[in-house]
């Protein structure tokens, strides 16, 4: 079986067409069975297959290579001769998108709604006799009463007035009515015409003095109120409105919500589109050329409300009377700061004025207690040469005496050693009797000296024992507590003896048993401790005042 180029041109491609060469079969009826030549029948399939312009085949072939020249603003390929032949020239190139622009000249004022030619140039609230204000049971009121006036039933008819349209005056009024309502009687629509009316974008740059700051910018936020997604949109408001609501106007104006439509300044009419991918791409152009002036609109509001914030007299009190505010605050922290820097110095003076007169008061204490010491020593040896003298007087004693009666005179105060003085004056001449009192002396002497050891003895025994004790109870936990007054003693002794000083802890022991309190240096060291919390026991006694 071969084709047959003909019966395929014949049908445009659009049908199938078979053709046999047989030398056994002829065409019927013939009936020439001698004839041995072969014969072309041609066989017509009649059947046609729909094939509709989409699919990824038909955009790369057809729609693609046109798309991709004019957008890098090129002409598009030429056709194949074969497809020249099939669309019988009607497909010889398209012409770019781009030429397909609304003309500059033409009118914008419908951008993308569509108005009835009779409404060209018409004040659609003009011609229902509301205004732009009006809500739409208004406009649907004025609608019926202009609706029942104007119906051409109720209209004379006269052929003469009749135009060539075969509409009268009164008709065209009737259909220019019903328009105008259709329009503004739906939301989007009357967006749509309302953004296209005439509307003053102008933002003040400065207040009108002769005006004054609510009279200048009051007006201007009016007339841009009626683009607000939001209702009710606050009013600007007075010298006596509450700073609150003048944050609340301002928030709502910088976060504003418009819905003014940009479409007449589409730069595109999507009815000129002659495929699917060409007006998606008259969209995407569109949409670019709407952000561009949406974008200029959310500028110009900002702009707006950052020019009524600054002039503002509202917002500038407030904020004067807030940088008062923090200059005060400022001013009352440096003053303090002062004030304290000041006590802290005047302490600090003090402090250093009390330890030098301290010291002062000690040094001279010290140089009286010496000059006391000497003088003490003078008088002494001037009664132990006394008391030798009478001795000597009353004649020669032993050595053992003599020798007694020096140590009995070196361990004497000055008062005892000058009672004995006279005493020792007062003996007798006698040479023996004056020995016997003497050595009377001496035994009495010696008997207070045994017994003050014995009592010194004894005393530091019973110390052992009871420090003994406090140890073992201290060790086993179950000392006697630490009262108030005792802490508070402990904190003295802590501070008169800071560290360094050698026999610390002996010595803030021996000053609690002098305050009333027998405490052991071991219990002072633990108390100490326990009270440090890991801190130096040098700095201590500051610290455990400082929690009393």
């Known amino acids: 079986r071969l084709p047959c180029p003909a019966c395929a041109r014949a049908m445009g491609g659009l049908a199938s067409a078979r053709c046999q060469l047989s030398a056994d079969v002829g065409f019927a009826g013939a009936g020439m069975e001698e004839d041995k030549e072969p014969l072309v029948c041609c066989g017509i399939v009649l059947s046609q297959k729909r094939v509709e312009p989409a699919g990824r085949a038909f955009h790369a072939a057809r729609e693609k290579p046109a798309i991709d020249a004019k957008k890098k603003g090129r002409p598009a390929p030429a056709k194949a001769a074969a497809e020249e032949e099939d669309d019988d020239g009607d497909a010889a190139g398209d012409a770019s998108w781009k030429k397909k622009k609304r003309k500059d000249g033409g009118d914008k004022r419908s951008g993308s709604l569509k108005l009835n030619p009779l409404l060209e140039g018409q004040d659609l609230y003009a011609l229902l006799e509301v205004t732009e204000t009006a809500s739409v049971d208004q406009i649907k009121k004025q609608y019926r009463k202009l609706a029942l006036k104007h119906h051409p039933d109720k209209q004379d008819h006269d052929a003469s007035k009749e135009k060539k349209d075969g509409l009268t005056e009164g008709d065209q009024l009737f259909i220019k009515i019903q328009e105008a309502y259709e329009i503004l009687s739906d939301t989007a629509k009357r967006q749509q015409y309302d953004s296209t009316l005439e509307f003053d974008d102008e933002v003040p740059e400065e207040v009108d003095e002769a005006k004054g700051f609510y009279d200048t910018f009051g007006p201007v936020f009016q007339r841009n109120a009626r683009w607000s997604v939001r209702h009710p949109v606050p009013e600007l408001g007075s010298d006596k409105t509450d ?169 004497l105060d000055v008062e005892p050693l000058e009672a004995l003085c006279g005493r020792l004056e007062a003996l007798p001449s006698n040479k023996e009797k004056a020995a016997i009192a003497i050595k009377a002396e001496l035994e009495e002497w010696r008997k207070n000296k045994a017994d003050e ?31 108030a007054e005792e802490m508070g003693m402990l904190a ?39 009270m440090s919390d890991g801190q130096s026991l040098r700095s201590m006694g500051s610290q455990i005042a400082a929690d009393l």
């Open 243 to 411: 700073i609150a609501k003048v944050h609340r106007f301002y928030d709502f104006w910088f976060n504003f919500e418009s819905w003014r439509d940009f479409s007449m300044h589409d730069e595109y009419n999507l009815e000129d589109a002659e495929f699917r991918e060409e007006r998606r791409w008259m969209e995407r152009q569109n949409k670019k050329v709407r952000k561009e002036f949406e974008s200029d609109e959310r500028r110009r509001v900002l702009r707006l409300a950052e020019a009524a914030e600054r002039f503002d007299p509202r917002i500038r009190a407030e904020r004067e009377e807030r940088e008062a505010k923090k200059r005060e605050e400022k001013e009352r922290r440096a003053r303090l700061k002062q004030e304290e820097e000041d006590a802290k110095r005047r302490e600090e003076e003090a402090k250093k004025q009390k330890a030098l007169q301290e010291q002062q008061d000690k040094e001279e204490k010290e140089r009286l207690e010496k000059e006391q010491r000497k003088q003490k020593q003078q008088v002494a040896k001037g009664l132990r040469q006394r008391a030798k003298k009478a001795v000597q007087a009353k004649g020669t004693l032993p050595a053992d005496m003599l020798e007694d009666l020096q140590d009995m005179c070196l361990s």
């Open 453 to 483: 050891q014995q009592q010194q003895a004894k005393q530091r025994e019973e110390n052992k024992k009871r420090d003994d004790a406090k140890e073992g109870a201290a060790g086993s936990g179950t000392g006697t507590p630490w009262a």
């Open 492 to 530: 003295k002794g802590l501070q008169k003896f800071p560290g360094g000083v050698g026999g610390r802890w002996a010595l803030i022991s021996q000053f609690l048993s002098t305050s009333g309190f027998s405490r052991t240096e071991k219990e002072v060291i633990e108390k100490t401790k326990e």
